[in-house]
């Protein structure tokens, strides 16, 4: 039952991306299938229901297409026994800094979602109930880091969720790996040797503190040779 519903919700998602080009379909083949993150958050229940989610870095829109198609297999009664339901999130903002991305983004969710092109370090995030960033916080400064997280407390109530993948900078070898590839496929992308700035997961948790969240951390690398912790936090 689940390798058949896995199937289903994979080809569903990565369907629409046919319309943003070749590129695009093959990446969202490759990303949905290949990346724990994308089941894990909904085995494991990390998002609650709301109104709004902002995806901040969004790349080409992966997670609206998926959280989408989640719902809706949900509400067809096509949902594996003993998982949490789908969140139901009424709308979906996805901010990214690359316009290709956010074309390829726009071409395969059409109306479904709101994708703009901006900068996480300068851009409005108004008001969610839930946020996420996977794997973004490292490209931009420490600075900028702190205030993000401070926006991003700035947009939720009380209780709301923020959810972001990092990489643990104690995780050794499998973290050195990580680092490599992710500078080797931005390089490929287009943004040119670009610095990172990274932290071992336990000044994460504290930074988290400090900008008003409780945070717990649970691994999210199973099946690759990374070394990926998601940061699940409520702001207090
Ligand atoms: C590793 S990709 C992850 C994409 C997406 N979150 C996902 O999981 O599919 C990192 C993304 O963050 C974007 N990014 C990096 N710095 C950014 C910034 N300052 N503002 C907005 N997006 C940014 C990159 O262009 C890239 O699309």
């Known amino acids: 039952m689940t ?8 080809e569903r998602a990565t369907l629409p991306y046919r319309a943003a080009g070749h590129f695009a379909w093959h990446f969202a083949r490759g990303k949905l299938k290949g990346d724990p993150v994308f089941f894990g958050l909904l085995e494991h229940g990390l998002l609650p229901d709301g109104e709004r ?3 901040l870095g969004c790349g080409q829109g992966l997670l609206a297409s998926w959280l989408l ?9 096509n949902w594996p ?3 949490p339901a789908a969140p139901k999130i009424e709308s979906i903002w996805g901010l990214e800094l690359m316009p290709n991305d956010v074309a390829r983004a726009r071409a395969a969710l059409g109306d479904r979602a709101q994708v703009d092109q901006g900068d996480i370090r300068t851009a409005d995030f108004g008001q969610a109930d839930v946020a996420i960033i996977l794997d973004v916080l490292h490209y931009i400064s420490y600075e900028a880091q702190e205030d993000v997280l401070r926006r991003i407390r700035a947009a939720l109530p009380a209780g709301g969720t923020f ?3 990092i990489g643990d900078a ?4 499998p973290f050195h790996y990580s680092n490599w590839v992710d500078h080797v496929i ?5 943004h040119g040797i670009i610095p990172i700035y990274c932290r071992p997961l336990n000044e994460w948790l504290e930074v988290l503190q400090r900008c008003g969240f409780e945070a717990r951390s649970l ?18």
């Open 163 to 165: 959810i972001t993948r």
């Open 81 to 83: 026994d003993g998982w």
């Open 219 to 236: 691994p999210m690398h199973k099946g690759t040779p990374f070394c990926s912790m998601m940061l699940v936090a409520k702001a207090v």
């Open 3 to 10: 390798t058949h519903f896995r199937r289903t919700l994979l």
């Open 186 to 190: 931005f390089f490929l992308r287009g």
């Open 69 to 77: 198609e989640a719902r809706a297999l949900h509400e067809a009664g």
């Open 53 to 55: 989610l902002i995806d």
């Open 170 to 173: 104690a995780g050794g070898l």
